[in-house]
Antibody
């Protein structure tokens, strides 16, 4: 069974940093592109960042470019999102999802709240 | 940026009825369109990819159609568990752009 489990969310002050993790199991993690998608409270879905299977290709939404860094460790079956210079508008549930353009498996999400 | 506009915003129907949800793109996305279902407190679930292909384990009552700029998700006969929010998503110019529609809430009448 495919499982994606996010962790690392919490309350952080504006300008602060947070690192999210996503632990994967049940599939060959090293063969799949991975992604972060977020959802602000009561709002729709927003793509945040993607990384190819070997980390050769990395992409970011304009809204997070220069502040967020995606990475992965295939030996640990893990995906990460380093979030710096956080803003109130970054408040959201952050999901990790597998796939290249279409997202076939999702984690349950981790809530990031940016507030003073 | 390709903008996806979903209609209606809210659809009120009864179990057993047919649901038709629309997604319109601001420019052609070919057939690179997916549909997701999201229930309260849950992650989205992929229903349809490449406009008309059902994802693994998705019941046959869900079908997708369209190409270019106009797409439709049809649920042939609503089951109680189908009441949720539905999002379309395009990957036409991926990389680097992925965009989602704003969602259609399907509620019980």
């Amino acid at each position: 069974e495919v499982q994606l489990v996010e962790s690392g969310g919490g309350l952080v002050k504006p300008g602060g940093s947070l690192r999210l993790s996503c632990a994967a199991s049940g599939f060959t993690f090293s063969s799949y592109s991975m992604n972060w998608v977020r959802q602000a409270p009561g709002k729709g879905l927003e793509w945040v960042s993607s990384i190819s299977s070997s980390s050769s290709y990395i992409y970011y939404a304009d809204s997070v470019k220069g502040r967020f860094t995606i990475s992965r460790d295939n030996a640990k079956n893990s995906l990460y999102l380093q979030m710096n210079s956080l803003r109130a508008e970054d408040t959201a549930v952050y999901y990790c999802a597998s796939g290249n353009g279409d997202y076939d498996y999702w984690g349950q999400g981790t809530l990031v709240t940016v507030s003073s | 940026e390709i903008v996806l506009t979903q209609s209606p915003a809210t659809l009120s129907l009864s179990p057993g009825e047919r649901a038709t949800l629309s997604c319109r793109a601001s420019q052609s996305v070919s057939s690179y369109l997916a549909w997701y279902q999201q229930k309260p407190g849950q992650a989205p679930r992929l229903l349809i990819y490449d406009a008309s292909n059902r994802a693994t384990g998705i019941p046959a009552r869900f079908s997708g159609s369209g190409s270019g700029t106009d797409f439709t998700l049809t649920i042939s006969s609503l089951e109680p568990e189908d009441f949720a929010v539905y999002y379309c998503q395009q990957r036409s110019n991926w990389p680097p752009e992925i965009t989602f529609g704003q969602g259609t809430r399907l509620e019980i009448k």
